[in-house]
């Protein structure tokens, strides 16, 4: 059953309240001089997660630059218990329905050899079907460039079997780094 997109209109920073993974690191509340806020204020990106057809799998992910890579914290909910690919895939556009749209995992360095980058991690989702997952990576950007995911969308799919299936998919946006440190707990 199709969801409505209701979840989109919250702005992202409320949802990150919700989430909080833990306490703000100390100098979160100290930091916003002029001098100081280009390189204390590091990029943030989110993706909220819309089920796809005949699925009710949603959440958010959530990115953000810190010590020189790119912290990634996911929740998702709806999900039959087990593990799922959370991944970034090429394009930002999960309108098709089936995340076919979101075209191919993203995989900036044609890596026939190694692992995508666009390939974050597996989530687990437990008993009430929620998955929580933090990682930091740095094989992905927010800075323009090659490795940079934003605009593109996340991809909660299937782990393995015959049939992968995209359950949901939410496309890549920018978010402004204060706002989100403000509520987050990043
Ligand atoms: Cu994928």
Same mark, same amino acid.
Not at 21 to 29: L, N, R, S
Not at 65 to 75: F, L, N, R, Y
Not at 77 to 82: S, V
């Given at each position: 059953m199709?969801?409505?997109?209701?979840?989109?209109?919250?702005?992202?920073?409320?949802?990150?309240?919700?989430?909080?993974?833990?306490?703000?690191?100390?100098?979160?509340?100290?930091? =916003?001089?002029? *001098?100081? #806020? %280009?390189?204390?204020? $590091?990029?943030?990106?989110? /993706?909220?997660?819309?089920?796809? +057809?005949?699925?009710?799998?949603? =959440?958010?992910? *959530?990115? #953000? %630059?810190?010590?020189? $890579?790119?912290?990634?914290? /996911?929740?998702?909910?709806?999900? +039959?218990?087990?593990?799922?690919?959370?991944?970034?895939?090429?394009?930002?556009?999960?309108?098709?329905?089936?995340?076919?749209?979101?075209?191919a995992i993203f995989d900036p360095e044609g890596s026939g050899s190694g692992t995508p980058a666009g390939q974050l991690g597996e989530i687990e989702a437990d008993e009430s079907g929620m998955a929580h997952f933090m990682t930091d990576l740095d094989q992905i950007a927010l800075s323009e460039g090659p490795r940079s995911v934003v605009g593109r969308s996340v991809v909660i799919m299937t782990a393995g079997g015959e049939t992968v299936a995209s359950l949901a998919c939410g496309v890549i946006e920018p978010q402004a780094a204060g706002a989100m440190r403000e509520g987050s707990g990043f």
């Open positions: 199709k969801k409505t997109a209701r979840r989109g209109v919250v702005p992202v920073w409320m949802v990150f309240l919700a989430l909080s993974c833990g306490p703000a690191p100390d100098e979160d509340v100290s930091t =916003g001089s002029e *001098a100081g #806020a %280009e390189a204390d204020a $590091g990029l943030a990106a989110a /993706a909220i997660l819309h089920p796809t +057809e005949g699925n009710d799998t949603e =959440g958010i992910v *959530a990115f #953000a %630059e810190m010590g020189g $890579g790119i912290h990634v914290m /996911a929740h998702v909910t709806g999900l +039959e218990p087990g593990r799922y690919g959370l991944h970034v895939h090429e394009m930002g556009d999960c309108s098709s329905g089936d995340g076919t749209s979101a075209g």
